[in-house]
């Protein structure tokens, strides 16, 4: 077996792995929100911020798959450029997932942590 097909098999490996996560991502963020028993907006929260974690998961695991298949399998010009288009637009994707869920843009978080490290629990009561 030549090393570019290897290499197709571990990027459709990561494929695989990246819809299985959303798959079971899917079903497990179902079943929780029936265990749980919860109901109207905290129902919807929480399933919310699992799901939402389970997209940015799977996402990741599917830009992996794509960096691979590129960089190994179709070393053209038209798929780097392929490529590049599908980060940019899971990097958007997931830095909007990132916001939603939080509640904060990622490159605010820390400053937020510190504010509330500052206010931490020594000086409220």
């Given at each position: 077996m030549?090393?570019?097909?290897?290499?197709d098999l571990v990027a459709q490996a990561?494929?695989?792995v990246g819809v299985a996560i959303l798959i079971l991502g899917a079903v497990f963020t179902a079943v929780r929100a029936v265990v749980e028993r919860a109901s109207g907006p905290s129902l919807y929260e929480s399933m919310r911020r699992?799901?939402?974690r389970t997209l940015l998961?799977?996402?990741e695991v599917l830009v992996a798959a794509d960096v691979v298949k590129t960089v190994a399998v179709e070393s053209t010009l038209?798929?780097?450029?392929?490529?590049a288009v599908l980060v940019v637009v899971r990097t958007v994707l997931s830095?909007?997932?990132d916001a939603e869920i939080d509640g904060v843009a990622p490159w605010r978080r820390a400053e937020?942590?510190?504010?509330?490290?500052?206010?931490?629990?020594?000086?409220?009561g």
């Open positions: 030549e090393l570019t097909e290897t290499m990561f494929e695989v699992r799901f939402g998961l799977g996402l038209e798929s780097v450029l392929i490529l830095l909007s997932l937020l942590q510190a504010r509330t490290h500052q206010t931490g629990p020594s000086q409220q």
